[in-house]
């Protein structure tokens, strides 16, 4: 079975662009599709990113998503940050068989 | 519009069994198009996948949750559901159900129940 990992926690001001990456212990990481998933305080997660760079209808422009063969990683990056943005984010991927998330990382925009 | 709802005890003894269902509306649980899953998040932590099962009856399990999770889709009710055995302190947590496409996106949540193991 693999691991996501994602950093604990992220920081940025408004109106600057912050990225958050999401590494596979084992495995290639363009195997197999990358979701990311929002979550504000008291609520279910919702999808911002799916199949590695797509984004939902409703989920603005200033999202996106990419794959870093290199270094086996995923990353979201965020645009044009607004206080809004401030929430927890996982990434998720699968093999066969498990479906797994990172560990999360918050993002706080000050 | 697709709903999930979560239902069953918040409240369950250690060592007992942890018995979840979702309900799903505005759509067919029998849509060879989907999956259907459970994930949980114990509280101020991250989610943690628990398993999938699609309209056929295929299970997909978290392996280090496998020998105490039993899940089941009940297709004339248009719902799934979740047996958790052997439960301790460490299982509570909100317990989400989700719609999982094929290319496993999480894309429509329930919007959790939280259950506590405590005597």
């Known amino acids: 079975n693999f691991m996501l990992t994602q950093p604990h926690s992220v920081s940025e001001s408004p109106g600057k662009t912050v990225t958050i990456s999401c590494t596979r212990s084992s495995g290639s990481i363009a195997s197999n599709y990358v979701q990311w998933y929002q979550q504000r305080p008291g609520s279910s997660p919702t999808t911002v990113i799916y199949e590695d760079n797509q984004r939902p209808s409703g989920v603005p422009d200033r999202f996106s998503g990419s794959i870093d063969n290199s270094s086996n990683s995923a990353s979201l990056t965020i645009s044009g940050l607004k206080t809004e943005d401030e929430a927890d984010y996982y990434c998720q991927s699968y093999d066969y068989r498990n479906r797994v998330f990172g560990g999360g990382t918050q993002l706080t925009v000050l | 519009q697709l709903q999930l709802q979560e239902s069953g005890p918040g409240l369950v003894k250690p060592s007992e069994t942890l018995s979840l269902t979702c309900t799903v509306s505005?759509?067919?649980?029998?849509?060879?198009?989907?999956?259907w899953g459970w994930i949980r998040q114990p509280p101020g932590k991250g989610l943690e996948w628990i398993g999938s099962?699609?309209?056929?009856?295929?299970?997909y399990y978290n392996p280090s949750l496998k020998s105490r999770v039993t899940k089941s889709v009940d297709t004339s009710k248009n719902q799934f559901s979740l047996k958790l055995s052997s439960v301790t302190a460490a299982d509570t947590a909100v317990y989400y159900c989700a719609r999982e496409l094929r290319t496993h996106n999480f894309d429509y949540w329930g919007q959790g129940t939280l259950v506590t193991v405590s005597s």
């Open positions: 505005g759509g067919s649980i029998s849509s060879s198009s989907y999956y």
């Open positions: 099962i699609y309209y056929s009856g295929s299970t």
